[in-house]
């Protein structure tokens, strides 16, 4: 038996209505969905035990997918996002240790259990992480559960990164994903707000990961100021960010792609590639299309 049969037998006996997501997602590329399930839920399995995992992780998954779906119908009938103040979301989300915990075992495994978030891995592992240049320093922001990273460090032996989280939750967590995926002696984790990053020396990093922060935050721009200050010239970020997708703490509305991409541009990173993806179902007669995109750029002074 493997992680994903345990997964499937797990999921039709505890969370049915969760199967045809999950389905879709691996039909996405069913090769390299059984690897990542393999890896990732091996992780869990060595954190929580070969009972634990899936009690941990597959329901706050569950809980967190369900979410999300009710925050999306609000938001059809609000016409805006739940919140708007970053410092309530740390009050109530971020610095709880019990609510993050849940919130981030459950992000955890989107990275391949949503469709259109297995897109995205594939195109973070393919155009960004294949082509980066040799023993990168790594600095990603927002490791959040630390999946991304850790994921980064197994594909690439010769990289290094240091992590800068809000929340102590993602402190304890991406040190306990990168202990069991064998790669702590390559991966820091600080308790650091992003925006404070700024303070560090220019070019510190020759690669940024950050993926969904932005649309957390009241001023996204300051984010990009701060990962253009991290890069050396000509090296890249991969950053996402989520549209008209409402979640508790998504205070920042971006409604077009182009925003993002303006955006990036205003700080001197060349946008190279794009990839904006949906869920394959979403709410009947909907009037926003959740969507989660992912951009590669370098920074580049542009004229
Ligand atoms: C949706 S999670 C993303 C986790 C992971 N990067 C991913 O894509 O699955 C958002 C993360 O941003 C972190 N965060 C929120 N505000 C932050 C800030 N100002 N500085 C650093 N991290 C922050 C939260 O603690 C949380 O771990």
Redesign the pocket.
């Known amino acids: 038996m493997s992680y994903a049969d345990d997964l499937f037998s797990y999921v039709r006996s505890h969370h049915p209505r969760s199967l045809r997501g999950i389905e879709e997602a691996r039909e996405v590329n069913p090769a390299a969905w059984h690897a990542m399930a393999e890896q990732f839920l091996g992780w869990a399995a060595r954190i929580h035990g070969d009972e634990g995992w899936a009690p941990r992780c597959v329901d706050a998954f569950a809980r967190f997918s369900t979410d999300v779906i009710l925050c999306q119908a609000r938001y059809e009938d609000a016409g805006h996002y739940q919140n708007s103040s970053?410092d309530e979301c740390?009050a109530a989300v971020?610095s709880q240790r019990e609510v993050?915990d849940d919130y981030?075992w459950g992000?955890?495994l989107?990275?391949f259990l949503w469709s259109h978030h297995m897109e995205l891995s594939l195109f973070f592992r393919d155009r960004f992480l294949a082509r980066l240049p040799s023993t990168p320093e790594m600095i990603e922001?927002?490791?959040?559960?630390g999946?991304?990273g850790v994921w980064a460090l197994s594909n690439r032996p010769d990289a290094r990164l240091n992590g800068?989280?809000?929340?102590p939750s993602?402190m304890a967590i991406a040190n306990l994903v990168a202990g069991a995926a064998g790669v702590s002696d390559r991966a820091t984790y600080t308790l650091?707000?992003?925006?404070d990053l700024g303070g560090m020396a220019h070019g510190s990093a020759d690669a940024v990961i950050c993926?969904?922060?932005i649309e957390?935050?009241e001023q996204p721009e300051r984010l990009v100021e701060v990962i253009a200050h991290l890069l050396k010239p000509g090296t890249r970020a991969y950053l996402?960010g989520a549209l008209t997708a409402a979640q508790v703490?998504h205070i920042f509305e971006f409604r077009r792609e182009s925003e993002l991409v303006a955006m990036c541009e205003k700080y001197g990173l060349r946008v190279l590639e794009t990839m904006s993806v949906s869920p394959r179902r979403i709410l009947p007669k909907a009037r926003f299309i959740p969507r989660s995109m992912g951009l590669i750029v370098e920074r580049r002074d542009l004229s």
């Open positions: 970053y740390n971020y993050m981030l992000v955890f989107t990275n922001i927002a490791p959040g559960h999946g991304w800068f989280d809000i929340s993602s650091q707000d992003a925006l993926s969904f922060l957390h935050l996402t703490d």
